[in-house]
């Protein structure tokens, strides 16, 4: 893109608009992944799924729709700390990832999902790219609400950890056969 473009957006009674470079009213990108379907949100008391849909679609619309699976939750702490009041403007430029990346880099490998360990990661501390090997490698849905996906991944890493963590258990002395619990 041409220097001197730039996004804007504005409040109004609709709601939050948010036009492209060349004036059209910017797509939500529901089909890269669906945060808030309802709308765009910016600035510090922004609702967090908005904003994130606001930098799923900024990002799709101006680099590629991998770049804003990867890095959207970055680039909404971007967003929400550099867009205020009713109207913005956003120079194109500064959606590139030298402006707003503070520790990655746009040409890093996503993690291939057997390089992900579900008993590993905390899930409040992952990336998307992270998430995203992580429900390939468990075939779950990733075009569905965050709070499911976690709901499936915790579910999928209960079915794993008691393989790998039960260390009171002795498998070469007892043949692999569990013996039943006593009872009360």
């Known amino acids: 893109m041409t220097a001197g473009r730039a996004y804007r957006g504005e409040r109004c009674m609709g709601g939050q608009l948010v036009y492209t470079p060349d ?3 910017l797509d ?5 992944l669906r945060r808030a379907p309802g709308g765009f949100d910016w600035g510090p008391e922004a609702d967090e799924a908005r904003i994130d849909q ?3 679609a900024l990002l799709a619309d101006s680099a590629t729709k991998n ?3 990867d890095h959207y939750k970055e680039f909404a702490r971007y967003l929400r700390e550099e867009l205020e009041g009713d109207e913005w403007r956003l120079p194109t430029s500064d959606i590139s990832a030298d402006t707003w990346s503070r520790d990655i880099d746009v040409a890093d490998k996503t993690p291939s999902p057997e ?3 579900i008993t590993a990661v ?3 501390e992952m990336t998307f790219a992270v998430e995203r090997a992580l429900c390939e490698q468990h075939d779950i849905s990733i075009h569905q609400g965050v709070d499911d996906r976690r709901e499936e991944l915790r579910a ?3 079915t794993v950890q008691p393989e790998s963590g039960d260390s009171g258990s002795f498998p070469a002395e007892t043949g692999d056969f569990e013996f039943p619990a006593a009872p009360e």
Request: charged share 35%.
């Open 23 to 25: 004036g059209d009213v």
């Open 28 to 32: 939500k990108h529901l089909h890269v």
């Open 54 to 56: 606001l930098a799923i």
């Open 67 to 69: 770049i804003a699976l």
């Open 115 to 117: 390089d992900v360990d």
């Open 122 to 124: 905390d899930f409040d």
């Open 156 to 158: 999928a890493r209960e």
